[in-house]
């Protein structure tokens, strides 16, 4: 009999619950959960396509020594033996742990607890630092606490919401159509987007702002010193529960003492900024949502304590439909925060800084010492792995190889770096190529633990899967080190949910309620208990035993005076500032249908079709000056390097402003890693990395010629200088192009399709005088790889080609389809795929557009499925409606 399980996506910080349903012959379906108070049902494009990455291509299966298959065992002692030598000789600060916000709490829990209670160092850090530390400073400025004060039914009975550094639409799907849901329901809801690019997000705003990048921190200023001209302030609130009001005043009047200055430095219309103010200053239900676009930056902290200053004057927070709102990027983001995972952080919310904190968790955890300062945050830790200041980094879960600034940097880290271990699902991954140990680590669906998402949900995931190979889960990995290590005592688990009490325990020791973490009430689940645990929001105590949808309602705050802080602001504009010789700012951030370096969701043919390979984004005014076309290959370029991507010339990117994805690496375009143009400048405060702003340069990039090959293997396209490539549904993908042209295109084609000798189901097109080449190979009738060359870009559409992989063999008519490059009738090319959901192509929108009628984003998705799923490929319908 079949059998459900409940569990939660391991995509975004939503943490939409997910039901996976077991067949008696291991098939696995996967559904949203109805009951799941994140999603309530609803999935995103990633969440439904979940099922198509559950395979074991590409797993690390096995532990590996110098590259060599070894045991458990040996794999452990080796681990355990070069930290403890390295201990012994370096002192414990030349070890170091870099973590991630994929893991399970209690995986970083164990961590946390080894590096900073037994090895005595502070040096673990979290790829969270690159997206969500500016906003732990923050919260803690104002609010004495890493407290996101809401919850996610804010955004639905709000009567304004403000959307600043966020594209939802893509980055936050479910959550954004909740929004969107809201909004049909209650016409009056207003929603206002800043952003310099007019996102999918934006297209769905009743006002966007595409300010100048970086100006952010002005916009709000300007905004508090109107709402207090304007009268309102909430006299009662900030009286009595703020402190440093008027010195915040102060420091915006300096700042932004018109309106008119403000719109000037932000590069928006005098009206567009009145309009903001005025419905945010009558608007009392007001919501500001802030993510990515503001927290990475040079200046992100400052810039989310100055939306705070908005929200604390009017006293517009802790009341339902109101309140600062920042949405959380990875799905245990915030389960690291609670556990200390930061290298600024002790655990449950305590300081390093504290003598008292220190005290208090060396004696719970009986440990041996306690650093008594912060440790390398992500950007230095990598800085000092390359002067030898860090001799031995173990690396989990994460790829710092592609993810941060300077990449190139990380690289040449790692490459010196005495000892580099990497725990990690996947066998091939940038930085898994500089590791001396792998340990094969369980991933979704396979492990058991405890994740919180965006507003503080605790949600547990749980296996349905057996684990591959020989991989353990990550607690288990750590464990079993920090027993080698002479530490057996304090690490002796039995199973995750000893973890998982043991840190429900500290969260109340000696808490009291002075501090906002605080799950004590879940310090006793037994195995059952842990089991059918239903999600529920932090604090969870005696005194909120169902949880605490959210907090400040009441005044009281986390500061030593118990009231919230202003603080006073004074806008930076980026570090790196654009000239004659980069006169553009190049913007990095995701897409709507991958994650992070796509380890995942580069193994859905569905995912893959929508974006198939790195592009930049131009505004067509850029694109005249720099001569770039559209579709064509180019080049950007920073002072620290450059990248060939493809072009998409568009009127929804800022005029002198780029846009790159983050996405793609070795593993799938060696000439699309963007990170590497990034210089390794940080917020003072949070460490976090400027990501968003940097000088840059485009120009064409010229190639003797282009071409696409479709295989049923990997394949690796020698000769080709530029290549990306992409899963379909049975076949990989490759975009190539090239610099000089080869003799003969049919021995390359052999060199390429070939992986034996002969010419058997082969079948090929040349035309010298045109450069012209198609090829295609066959396996028993069937399809097996194809290649089509020629001298620019007027190739053969790549749809309908995809389509003839699906089928067993091939007619007379659709051989000849690959050699003429045309296809074998008009149906077959669907076009690019627009709705990954439900594998909806734009010609098949089109055609219902035109030929059926079809005029409004509802007709199309109940006629055509389109739209009707996550609905975040809505706005590129409503783009295809307009054009007709």
Not at 845 to 850: A, C, K, S, T, V
Request: hydrophobic share 40%.
């Amino acid at each position: 009999m079949a059998k459900a399980i409940k569990t939660t996506c391991p995509y975004c910080g939503v943490g939409c619950g997910v039901v996976a349903t077991v067949s008696d012959q291991g098939g696995v379906t996967l559904a949203g959960d109805p009951d799941h108070p994140s999603n309530y049902g609803r999935l995103c494009s990633k969440g439904s396509a979940l099922a198509e990455t559950l395979d074991q291509e590409g797993r690390l299966l096995t532990p590996q020594v110098a590259g060599q298959s070894s045991t458990w065992d040996q794999a452990l002692d080796k681990v355990a033996t070069r930290l403890r030598e390295t201990i012994q000789t370096h002192g414990p600060d030349a070890v170091a742990f870099y973590v991630s916000g994929q893991l399970m709490t209690e995986d970083y829990y164990v961590a946390n607890k080894l590096m900073k209670g037994f090895i005595g160092s502070a040096n673990i850090d979290t790829n969270s630092r690159l997206c969500m530390s500016s906003a732990v400073v923050a919260h803690k400025r104002a609010f004495g606490a890493d407290v996101m004060p809401g919850c996610y039914e804010d955004l639905e009975r709000a009567k304004l919401i403000v959307l600043t550094g966020s594209n939802a639409a893509w980055c936050h799907p479910v959550l954004f159509q909740r929004m969107m849901e809201s909004k049909r329901e209650n016409p009056d809801l207003q929603i206002v987007v800043i952003d310099p690019r007019a996102t999918p997000t934006a297209e769905t705003a009743d006002l966007h702002l595409a300010l100048r990048p970086g100006s952010d921190a002005l916009l709000f200023n300007g905004l508090l010193v109107y709402l207090e001209q304007h009268g309102e302030r909430n006299a009662l609130f900030v009286n009595q529960a703020t402190t440093a009001c008027d010195e915040a005043l102060s420091s915006a009047l300096l700042d932004a003492p018109s309106i008119e200055h403000v719109a000037r430095g932000c590069g928006l219309a005098l009206q567009e900024v009145e309009q903001f103010y005025r419905l945010f200053a009558r608007t009392e239900r007001v919501v500001t949502v802030y993510s990515q676009g503001i927290n990475q930056s040079t200046s992100g902290v400052d810039k989310i304590n100055a939306i705070i200053n908005c929200h604390l004057l009017t006293g517009r927070i802790g009341r339902p439909g109101m309140g600062p709102f920042s949405l959380t990027g990875q799905p245990n983001a915030m389960g690291g925060r609670e556990v200390g995972g930061l290298a600024n952080q002790l655990a449950a919310h305590m300081e390093i800084e504290s003598v008292a904190d220190r005290a208090r968790v060396k004696a719970f955890w009986k440990a041996p010492s306690i650093p008594q300062q912060g440790g390398l945050k992500a950007v230095e830790l990598f800085q000092a792995i390359e002067s030898g200041k860090v001799k031995a980094v173990w690396i989990m879960a994460s790829n710092p190889a592609v993810t941060l600034p300077d990449s190139d940097q990380v690289r040449r880290a790692l490459a010196k770096c005495e000892c580099v271990i990497v725990s990690d699902c996947m066998a091939h991954t940038d930085t898994g190529q500089f590791a001396h140990v792998q340990l094969p680590s369980i991933t979704w669906g396979e492990r058991s633990g405890m994740v919180t998402s965006t507003e503080r949900r605790l949600s547990r995931q749980r296996a349905f899967r057996a684990a591959p190979g020989m991989a353990k889960p990550d607690w288990w990995i750590i464990s079993q080190v920090a027993q080698r290590m002479g530490f057996g005592e304090a690490f002796d688990y039995d199973d995750v949910n000893q973890v998982f009490r043991e840190h429900a325990a500290l969260s109340g020791f000696e808490n009291n309620g002075s501090r906002a973490f605080d799950i004590s009430l879940l310090a006793n689940l037994d195995e059952t208990g842990y089991e059918q645990l239903t999600p529920a929001q932090w604090p969870v105590t005696q005194l909120a035993a169902k949880g605490t949808p959210r907090l400040f309602g009441d005044g009281v705050f986390f500061t030593p005076d118990q009231k919230a802080h202003f603080v006073p602001v004074t806008h930076r504009m980026p570090s790196g500032t654009t000239d004659r010789c980069y006169p553009l700012t190049l913007n990095t951030g995701r897409v709507r249908d991958h994650w992070h370096t796509m380890t995942r969701t580069g193994l859905s043919p569905r995912l893959a079709s929508h974006t198939i390979e790195p592009y930049v984004e131009i505004h067509p005014q850029d694109a005249a000056k720099s001569e770039v076309s559209n579709g064509a290959l180019v080049e950007v370029q920073s002072a620290l390097g450059a990248v060939i991507v493809r072009a998409k010339v568009t009127p929804s990117q800022r005029v002198g402003s780029l846009f790159v994805p983050m996405h793609w690496n070795d593993q799938f375009a060696e000439t699309g890693r963007i990170n590497k143009l990034l210089p390794g400048v940080v917020d003072p405060l949070s460490g976090q990395p400027e990501f968003k702003q940097v000088p840059a340069t485009i120009r064409p990039r010229v190639f003797a010629w282009h071409g696409f090959l479709f295989s049923r293997r990997e394949l690796q396209p020698r000769g080709a200088v530029y290549w990306a490539r992409s899963r379909g549904a049975g076949f990989w993908r490759y975009e190539i192009a090239g610099d000089s042209t080869p003799e003969n295109w049919a021995e390359m084609a052999r060199s390429y399709l070939c992986s034996k000798g002969g010419d058997v189901g082969w079948m090929e097109y040349t035309d010298r005088a045109a450069n012209r080449y198609r090829a295609a190979r066959f396996e028993d009738s069937k399809l097996e790889s194809c290649l089509f060359i020629g001298p620019d870009l007027q190739l053969p559409a790549r749809d309908w080609i995809a389509a003839l992989f699906e089928k067993p063999t091939l007619d007379t008519g659709e051989r000849a389809s690959l050699l003429s490059g045309h296809a074998p009738d008009n149906k077959a090319d669907v076009g690019k795929t627009i709705c990954a959901c439900h594998g909806v192509g734009e010609k098949r929108i089109l055609e219902g557009i035109r030929i059926q009628g079809l005029n409004s984003v509802e007709q199309i998705a109940e006629t055509l499925k389109a739209g009707s799923g996550c609905g975040s490929c809505v706005p590129e319908i409503r783009a295809l409606l307009a054009a007709g």
